[in-house]
């Protein structure tokens, strides 16, 4: 059985005096590279006893890993906009691909000219810019663009296959000045196809009705999206997790390919390494498929791992969001001059925690996922956690510490803790910044 949530944590705050201070990283290269949909759990490092990420592991062993992430939203856009922004996704606007959706009138969402991507950041301080992306929920025309260089978008759901070999021929003809380079890939998401006639190495002994065919795991997220009913076997729900944990083990195979031959670049040695998910993946967990209509664990609670070459390991139990790391970044590299980029970045720099000081904040996170699903979360520090869904009005309230599967909704019997957090959460959902 995977490590539960609470059991980690005290085993990450119990660690968190190790290792070494960050120091200053004036002039130093950063390289993000994002697993489109990699749950946290998946992780050995963060309690998965399955073999799945060695070479993630191993990262992580001389890097700080955050074991407490949590993910603003729960699929690609809003999500991956609010990493660039520090923004929420209430604040960027960037909540879905259509800012409006009518029979006669489609207009895609754009980026605000107001709000400013950490891309713009770096590029204004003399930093190249590049990002090689799979395309979809991450193209340039949301905004994702914005301050990059060079970015490529143009295969729809591409892999690190394609990605991370443009990134190292780019990486060698650029490494010679400062650069910030996204790589991202959706190698583990739903709609990434395993090759056909694949054998998973994990659900060889699986005789029920699926095959593990890309249409029928879309079958299951439609009508999960839908909100119909699925009635399978506790058997056939493992058979998808296998079929899941099979591209999280590839995905991790094309990542130690990549990192052996960038290790042997030059600018490797002046390089801060950032690796997260914008988002997990729900396997009837909670009677549905895919991601984005929830804001349990298994969609929000992602990986974050941060390397600087001469660092040591440490495990950081605090819980962070990823709408901290812009602020860490230009906190850390010494660019976080622009009052206005100050203001408007709703997160906080993470030095503190990696320094050995935790801190106890809460954690938010939305969706509005397709105009079908309309949901507030926040996740208190003290291990209570509420989902409000805003069509039902009908509160969800989870003690993480005795229930992190989420299974026993306490809303009906802890009303006094119930009334606090939700006084808390609809403030948050009110907070704009003041740019």
Not at 22 to 28: E, F, I, L, R, S
Not at 165 to 181: I, N, R, S
Not at 355 to 363: L, N, Q, S, T
Not at 392 to 417: H, M, S
């Amino acid at each position: 059985m995977r490590i539960a949530w609470a059991g980690l944590l005290l085993l990450c705050v119990s660690s968190a005096a190790a290792g070494q201070a960050p120091g200053d990283k004036a002039g130093y290269n950063v390289l993000i590279l994002d697993f489109d949909t990699l749950r946290a759990d998946r992780l050995g490092c963060l309690g998965d006893p399955r073999p799945l990420t060695p070479n993630l592991d191993a990262l992580a062993a001389r890097s700080y890993l955050f074991s407490n992430a949590l993910s603003p939203s729960a699929w690609t856009l809003p999500a991956t906009m609010s990493f660039f922004t520090s923004l929420y996704p209430h604040q960027h606007t960037i909540t879905n691909k259509f800012s409006l959706f009518t029979e006669t009138r489609k207009e895609i969402a754009r980026l605000p000219e107001r709000f400013t991507t950490m891309a713009e950041v770096f590029r204004r301080a003399g930093y190249q810019t590049a990002g090689f992306t799979g395309d979809a929920g991450v193209e340039a025309r949301f905004g994702f663009g914005r301050g990059f260089d060079v970015y490529f978008d143009s295969v729809s759901f591409g892999g690190f296959d394609r990605t991370m070999p443009m990134a190292l021929d780019w990486l060698k003809a650029h490494q010679d000045g400062k650069f910030l380079l996204f790589v991202h890939g959706y190698d583990v998401h739903g709609q990434y196809p395993l090759p056909e006639g694949f054998t998973s190495r994990f659900s060889k002994g699986y005789r029920g009705p699926f095959t593990g065919a890309e249409s029928e795991f879309l079958d299951l997220r439609m009508r999960t999206i839908k909100q119909e009913p699925i009635a399978i076997s506790t058997a056939d729900a493992s058979f998808w997790s296998d079929w899941y944990d099979e591209k999280v083990l590839r995905a991790d195979e094309r990542f130690g390919r990549f990192w052996r031959e960038f290790s042997a670049l030059p600018a490797a040695k002046r390089t801060i390494v950032v690796v997260i998910a914008d988002h997990g993946e729900q396997f009837y967990e909670h009677g549905g498929f895919d991601h984005g209509m929830t804001l349990y664990e298994e969609t929000v609670r992602v990986p974050l791992i941060i390397h600087a070459p001469e660092g040591e390991g440490r495990v950081i139990g605090s819980q962070v969001s990823l709408i901290d790391v812009m602020p860490t970044l230009l906190d850390w590299l010494g660019l976080a001059s622009d009052k206005k980029v100050v203001r408007q970045m709703q997160g906080r720099s993470l030095l503190g925690e990696m320094d050995g000081k935790p801190r106890a904040v809460d954690a938010y996170a939305e969706t509005s996922f397709l105009l079908q699903s309309e949901r507030r979360m926040l996740r208190a520090a003290d291990g209570w956690k509420l989902i409000y869904d805003l069509q039902t009005l009908n509160p969800e309230l989870y003690d993480l510490r005795r229930d992190p599967g989420e299974k026993v909704n306490l809303a009906d019997k802890e009303k006094t803790v119930l009334e606090k957090l939700s006084d808390r959460l609809f403030k948050w959902m009110r907070a704009l910044p003041r740019i």
